[in-house]
């Protein structure tokens, strides 16, 4: 009686990483495409239909400055979701399109812009027709998760600003190293 031999199946081979395949990689999520706006006036708008993790992280820091910035202005642009969310997407808009050179950093400017993009559409074009939703979302759940963070910052420092206050022996946070001697620059080199 002959055995029937069934082939095995065998694994792709495991090949090491090269710096030519990150190159690659870099090069094909930093390439942008064309999207035609408007055929008769011949309009265009570049994207990143990937979008690059260096821009994202670019935005969630320009998202912590406006907020710092409407923090220390006492504006309260960023006191419901809906404004948090036109920013974003104004601030999405400036990083993973062309419009990045277009649209100045300064935030006062920005909501202008971004009230006259949203009046004329346009907004609404990008992340309808343009942007990938998924890259949105993803952008959105690391806007969630930073938010989230800074709270959970805010909470403990608040926590040990509270404990500091019940402090008895408030002397010590005065000189906090009056304890220690630390020694000069004669004594180390004698």
Do not use: W
Not at 169 to 186: A, C, D, G, W, Y
């Amino acid at each position: 009686m002959s055995k029937s031999t069934t082939p095995k199946q065998s694994k792709p081979r495991q090949k090491q990483i090269k710096l030519s395949h990150i190159q690659k990689q870099h090069k094909q999520i930093n390439k942008m495409e064309t999207y035609v706006l408007d055929e008769e006036q011949n309009l265009i708008i570049k994207y990143y239909p990937i979008f690059p993790e260096n821009k994202i992280e670019e935005l969630l820091k320009e998202l912590h400055e406006a907020i710092l910035y409407c923090e220390s202005e006492n504006l309260d642009f960023f006191k419901s979701d809906d404004q948090l969310y036109k920013y974003l997407y104004l601030l999405i808009t400036r990083k993973m399109t062309s419009l990045e050179s277009e649209i100045p950093k300064d935030f006062p400017s920005q909501i202008s812009i971004l009230s006259q993009m949203i009046d004329i559409g346009l907004i609404r074009t990008l992340f309808d027709s343009v942007l990938d939703g998924n890259e949105v979302t993803e952008v959105f759940a690391r806007v969630d998760e930073m938010i989230t963070n800074l709270v959970k910052i805010a909470e403990a420092t608040q926590k040990e600003m509270a404990k500091l206050e019940r402090l008895e022996n408030k002397e010590i946070l005065s000189t906090p190293f009056n304890v220690l001697s630390t020694p000069s620059s004669t004594d180390v080199f004698q």
